[in-house]
């Protein structure tokens, strides 16, 4: 009789057991960023510092995207995406190689508005979909008919986590914002006596901090009976006299699976929609 009931325990086991392996509910995420149309009766002060946007267990899934395509103007010829130094340039030579490792980002001042990214239909790992699985394309060309210019288009599939475990997804694109550069002289020989003076030695040392997107920020989605979304992002944009100025949003929402979301800033629009994925 014991037997029997540890039999039967075993087989309850094996038949349960791929049902647990997936008893975690899987959605995607879709959302169109885009710069709302300047208003001449905005009033809104846009010149308070914010500390800098953080968050622990960031994920980046944007950047082999971008990367990927601009690998891919490299390979198609591209100068803009050449990635030889200066000196390899001017010897002549008209041919280069395009190095998986090589950082193509560097070369943007634009960002493709969807990062490149293969077709998947799994449930392992969070990953962004592909061109062909995004559905917002009539929403897209609808903001584009009305003037509004979209930054990012993605999306990405994540399984539901709860708020201390889900993490941050990286936002960002459109535009390039240089940071101010300077250059100083920087003595590279030690100064013994005064041979430094007869023998002097400089290099041109480069110093500035990070360029800057026009979009950065942080995104993260989490499950708890409902969906609720965590958005902080800053945009950028320059004013008529050529200074830069940034603008928060920072927002918190309980949202639907299905029904399309509407994020309102002056500065910025996103457009989102959560979906069931295979349940």
């Known amino acids: 009789m014991k037997h029997l009931i540890l039999k039967s325990a075993f087989t309850l086991l094996l038949v349960t057991q791929p049902f647990s392996a997936h008893a ?3 959605f995607e995420v879709e959302m ?3 710069e709302q149309q300047p208003a001449s009766m905005l009033r809104e002060d846009f010149t308070l510092v914010h500390p800098d946007i953080e968050g ?3 994920r980046d899934l944007l950047t082999s995207g971008f990367n990927a395509q601009g690998q891919q103007r490299c390979l198609e010829g591209d100068s803009d995406f050449d990635p030889r130094a200066l000196i390899d340039k001017l010897d002549g030579s008209y041919s280069w190689s395009c190095p998986d490792s090589y950082d193509y980002i560097s070369r943007y001042e ?6 490149y990214a293969q077709s998947q239909e799994h449930m392992d790992n969070i990953y962004l979909l592909s061109e062909q699985q995004l559905q917002f394309s009539n929403i897209l060309k609808k903001l584009q008919r009305k003037g509004q210019k979209p930054i990012l288009h993605t999306g990405w599939r994540f399984p539901e986590q709860s708020q201390r475990r889900a993490p941050f997804i990286k936002i960002y694109g459109g535009k390039r914002f240089k940071s101010p ?5 920087v003595d590279t020989v030690h100064q ?3 041979s ?3 023998n002097p030695s400089f290099e041109l040392h480069k110093e500035g901090g990070k360029d800057n997107w026009q979009l950065e920020g ?3 989605i989490h499950v708890r009976h409902y969906l609720y979304v965590t958005s902080n992002i800053d945009v950028r944009y320059q004013l008529e006299d050529g200074a830069i100025e940034k603008a928060r949003m920072s927002q918190f929402t309980r949202v639907y699976s299905g029904d399309i979301h509407y994020l309102d800033h002056p500065k910025l629009g996103i457009i989102f929609q959560i979906r069931k994925y295979q349940h």
Do not use: C, E, H, M
């Open 56 to 58: 622990k267990n960031q």
């Open 24 to 26: 975690v509910r899987w």
């Open 218 to 220: 942080l995104l993260k």
């Open 181 to 185: 550069v300077s250059y100083k002289l």
């Open 196 to 198: 430094g003076l007869l």
């Open 32 to 34: 169109i960023a885009f």
């Open 192 to 194: 013994d006596g005064y």
């Open 110 to 115: 634009t960002l493709p508005i969807s990062p």
